[in-house]
């Protein structure tokens, strides 16, 4: 066995139901594969998942078409795209950003577009809403992984989100990852 490795990332999505992730986890375990990292989710009636699969490089192929027949008979819609493991970001600091507020159109397109127009790249988003406690009134939370490059001034960056954030009337912080 060869100790080269290659990888894959595996995209599905389809109606939820029992025992989808025990039935993708066994196909890649029977055929050599690692599943490395994950994101899966159940949202309305549909389950959804992001999948990083490495295993040897003779694998890799059998791998993503057993992944493909399995996301098949799940009656999952499936995407298998070879890629290649993503190592720290040189010269960047990973930051948490939390946003919260009473929720209306917009706030994501509005959040990563401060972050893409200073070329601030994006690596994790989560949104959610809910209802608020005591009034019941809709609310949205948005927390986002950002690598911001070491030539941005963080306090800068800082003070320029914070206004942004006002502006806008979000409530907002910004962490260093610990």
Known sequence: ???????????????????????????????????????????????SLVMMINGPTQQLDTITHALKACCADLGLDALCRKTHKKGPIKGSLPYIITVVALDHPGIVHEVTGFFAHREINIEDLKTETYAAPLTGSPMFSLQVMVNIPIRHGLAELKEQFFDFCDGLNLDASLEPVR
């Open 1 to 47: 066995m060869s100790d080269q490795q290659e990888y894959i990332v595996l995209a599905a999505i389809g109606a939820d139901k029992p025992g989808i992730v025990n039935d993708l986890s066994k196909t890649v375990t029977e055929h050599q594969g690692n599943i490395l990292d994950s994101r899966m989710l159940a949202i309305g009636g549909e389950f």
